[in-house]
């Protein structure tokens, strides 16, 4: 069963879609532009932002260092085993 919420958001999306609204939600792609993509009709709304949660400098170097350990260990292992 629809929630209230839902149903007023549905109402606000058909209407928009009615009227061809544009919101930030929404993209408009020239004809050329998909030419120039061969026709690639994928959805992908260039407006959205693509948030990217990098990893500190901090972070990388301590990854970097606890793989370097990592390898020391299996190194002198294969050693030990050829011994």
Do not use: C, H
Not at 17 to 42: A, F, G, H, P, T
Not at 56 to 66: A, E, F
Request: no cysteine; net charge positive.
């Amino acid at each position: 069963m629809p929630t209230q919420r839902g149903k007023i958001t549905f109402r606000r999306r058909l209407q928009k879609r009615q009227k061809r609204e544009i919101s930030e939600n929404s993209w408009i792609v020239k004809i050329e532009d998909i030419i120039k993509r061969d026709y690639d009709l994928s959805a992908k709304n260039s407006n959205k932002v693509k948030l990217t949660n990098y990893r500190s400098p901090d972070k990388i170097v301590d990854g970097v260092l606890k793989k370097e350990e990592e390898i020391a260990m299996i190194i002198k292992e294969i050693k030990r085993t050829f011994k």
